[in-house]
Nanobody, 119 residues
Framework: QVQLVESGGGLVQPGGSLRLSCAASESIFSIARMGWFRQAPGKQRELVAAITSGGSRNYADSMQGRFTISRDNAKNTVYLQMNALKPEDTAVYYC?????????????WGQGTQVTVSS
C-alpha cells in the first residue's frame, strides 16, 4: 500500500504562488499515474492535474497555464507548482496515486493539505 504525505499548503494572497509536495512511501517509478485533486467546502473532489509514468500531463481547464505538475522519481515525490492563485483555488488539496490492475484502477490518497487564497 502506498502512503502519501502532502505538504506546502498555507495561506497566500491572490496572485501569489505555492508549491505543494507529495512524498510517497515507496518508489513512484512504476505508478501509472500521480495526481492532485482538490475539494472545496460543499463541492465534489475534482482533478487538478495528473502526470503519468511516461511523463504525460493533463490539467483541469481552470488550472491550465497557472499550475504545473512534475514528478521526481528519484525522490519519490510529486509537486504541484501553483501560480496566479485565485480565491476560488481555496480548497483541501489531495495527492493521488493510481495503479491499474486486472480488476480495475486502485487509488491511494494522502490526508490533504489546506490551501487558502485570501487577502
Amino acid at each position: 500500500q502506498v502512503q502519501l504525505v502532502e505538504s506546502g499548503g498555507g495561506l497566500v494572497q491572490p496572485g501569489g504562488s505555492l508549491r505543494l509536495s507529495c512524498a510517497a512511501s515507496e518508489s513512484i517509478f512504476s505508478i501509472a499515474r500521480m495526481g492532485w485533486f482538490r475539494q472545496a467546502p460543499g463541492k465534489q473532489r475534482e482533478l487538478v492535474a495528473a502526470i503519468t509514468s511516461g511523463g504525460s500531463r493533463n490539467y483541469a481547464d481552470s488550472m491550465q497555464g497557472r499550475f504545473t505538475i512534475s514528478r521526481d522519481n528519484a525522490k519519490n515525490t510529486v509537486y504541484l507548482q501553483m501560480n496566479a492563485l485565485k480565491p476560488e483555488d481555496t480548497a483541501v488539496y489531495y495527492c493521488n496515486a493510481r495503479r491499474y490492475q486486472d480488476a480495475g484502477p486502485l487509488d491511494y490518497w494522502g490526508q490533504g493539505t489546506q490551501v487558502t487564497v485570501s487577502s
